[in-house]
């Protein structure tokens, strides 16, 4: 099966610029993850969505980032206006779904923001 | 979000075992116990999870110590595609599949 997949896998902005990432994630699976990973730590959380729905966007600077998974499908995770320590590794994720669910995670590529 | 606790890193020689440790004394009776890696420019992937048993799989071993406060990760010969970041993460059965990870274990594979 395909993977996760996301776009771009590269993206340079200056602060206070706006910027868009994309995620599609494996067919089927209901439940869509997103995290930022700055260098030498581990991913963090943003926002997670059960199907169309968020189930925890606690740790989502929601003054500055927003996303959307509009059809319970595809997702973009948008960040206006970005600033320096924005600078990081955005993952997507996926897994089948469901609130007993511990089936595996899986990760796209991610896409590495560098805010100058 | 449920705490786990890792050495920043390790090495091992390449063919030899590997235990990676991880202590998780704040587990409660109800969180998993699972093991991601992610190798250098990749995204995290999945090795292996467990509650209560060890669990074995064809990437590696998970032994759950019988109080459940720690836990090792076995690879039981590795190989210079194990040089990797490991994470253990505790993830709550009941109130959702969300993932906390921390700084994991930079292993090294020396040839």
């Known amino acids: 099966e395909a993977g996760v997949a996301q776009s771009p896998r590269y993206k340079i902005i200056e602060k206070r610029q706006s910027v868009a990432f994309w995620c599609n994630p494996i067919?089927?699976?209901?439940?869509l993850y997103w995290y930022q990973q700055i260098l030498g730590q581990g991913p963090k959380l943003l926002i997670q969505f059960q199907n169309n729905g968020v189930v925890d966007d606690s740790q989502l600077p929601k003054d500055r980032f927003s996303a959307e998974r509009l059809k319970g499908v595809d997702s973009t995770l948008k960040i206006q206006p970005a600033k320096l320590e924005d600078s990081a590794v955005y993952l997507c994720?996926?897994?089948?779904?469901?609130?007993?669910?511990?089936?595996?995670?899986?990760f796209g590529p991610g896409t590495r923001l560098t805010v100058l | 979000d449920a705490k786990t606790t890792q050495p920043n890193s390790m090495e091992s020689n390449e063919e030899e075992p590997v235990h990676l440790p991880c202590n998780h004394s704040t587990i409660s009776g109800t969180d998993y116990i699972h093991w991601y890696r992610q190798l250098p420019s990749q995204g995290p992937e999945y090795v292996i999870h467990?509650?209560?048993s060890n669990v074995n799989n064809r990437m590696a071993s998970l032994a759950i110590a019988e109080d459940r406060k720690s836990s090792t990760l076995i690879l039981h010969r590795a190989t210079l595609r194990d040089a990797a970041v490991y994470y253990c993460?505790?993830?709550?059965?009941?109130?959702?599949?969300?993932?906390?990870f921390g700084t994991g274990t930079s292993l090294t594979v020396i040839p």
């Open positions: 467990g509650l209560t």
């Open positions: 067919s089927g699976h209901a439940t």
């Open positions: 993460i505790l993830r709550p059965r009941f109130t959702g599949n969300q993932f906390y």
């Open positions: 994720a996926s897994s089948r779904g469901g609130l007993a669910d511990y089936n595996e995670q899986f």
